[in-house]
């Protein structure tokens, strides 16, 4: 199986096409003919070629990673119209509003600058405070943005429930998942060993402070090694034993 993430970036820089024999070629056009449109009709049977096709590159990028059945119940359903793809989300009880922080993986819904959603893309790295998504049809081609969580465009975020489980490293430190979430601000015990994750979901390594309190956890490039010794208060230092 592969991944939506790695599918999606394999993509950048792909442009819409003027013509429908021309989707599979590196031509450049501006008439809303493309491969995800094609692969859009496969999956459903509807022919969408040269409507606008953001929503159609979700459904596409997904369903080659996992499948057709799968991708189908990452999404609730297949759609090609942004606020159908919506309301799918929050029907299934799987919606977050704007300002909250989405999932790896997660689709979110835009408006850029009308009264309705218009817009979607797959998120593909979450930081501090912003995501990055990958998108189709945006300037014509398929691109990666940067959003602030409170980004007045953001409508909403669709949970796609593709669950991740364990340790992760990324570019800024380890996560741990479980069922699809990080472990995020405070300590938390994992096989028997105490670890401090930050507010943003990091490890903490080496010398730390929580609420005034100087903490100390080992530091090197294996997660376990993140786990937390002890505490110093002043001259009181005291180890941290296992629950």
């Not at 606008?52 to 759609?79: H, K, T």
């Not at 593909?124 to 990958?134: E, L, Q, R």
């Not at 995020?184 to 994750?197: A, P, R, S, V």
């Not at 080496?206 to 609420?211: A, K």
Request: with cysteine; proline share 3%; net charge positive.
């Amino acid at each position: 199986m592969s991944d939506v993430i790695k599918v999606a970036e394999s993509y950048l820089g792909y442009t819409e096409k003027d013509l429908l024999g021309d989707i599979y070629t590196n031509k450049i056009g501006h008439k809303n003919f493309t491969r995800f449109a094609e692969y859009y009709k496969n999956l459903t049977g509807e022919n969408l070629q040269g409507q606008p096709w953001c929503a159609m590159f979700v459904c596409s990028v997904f369903a080659e990673a996992y499948g057709r059945e799968a991708a189908r119940q990452m999404l609730i359903n297949f759609f090609a119209w942004t606020p159908e793809g919506a309301e799918n989300f929050k029907r299934a009880g799987r919606w977050k509003p704007a300002g909250q922080v989405p999932g790896f993986r997660d689709v979110v819904f835009f408006s850029n600058g009308g009264k309705r959603i218009d817009h979607v893309g797959v998120v593909v790295d979450v930081k501090s405070n912003g995501f990055y998504t990958i998108e189709g049809n945006t300037g014509d081609r398929v691109q990666k943005h940067y959003y602030g969580f409170n980004d007045k465009r953001i409508r909403g975020i669709g949970m796609t429930n593709v669950a991740e489980s364990g340790w992760k490293q990324t570019p800024n430190g380890w996560r741990y998942f479980t069922n699809g979430n990080y472990l995020t601000d405070g300590f938390f015990y994992i096989n028997g060993l105490l670890f401090h994750f930050d507010g943003s979901g990091y490890m903490s390594e080496g010398q730390f402070f929580v609420d005034g309190k100087r903490y100390y956890a080992t530091k090197s490039n294996k997660p376990i090694a993140g786990a937390v010794l002890y505490t110093k208060d002043g001259d009181d230092v005291k180890g941290v034993e296992a629950p």
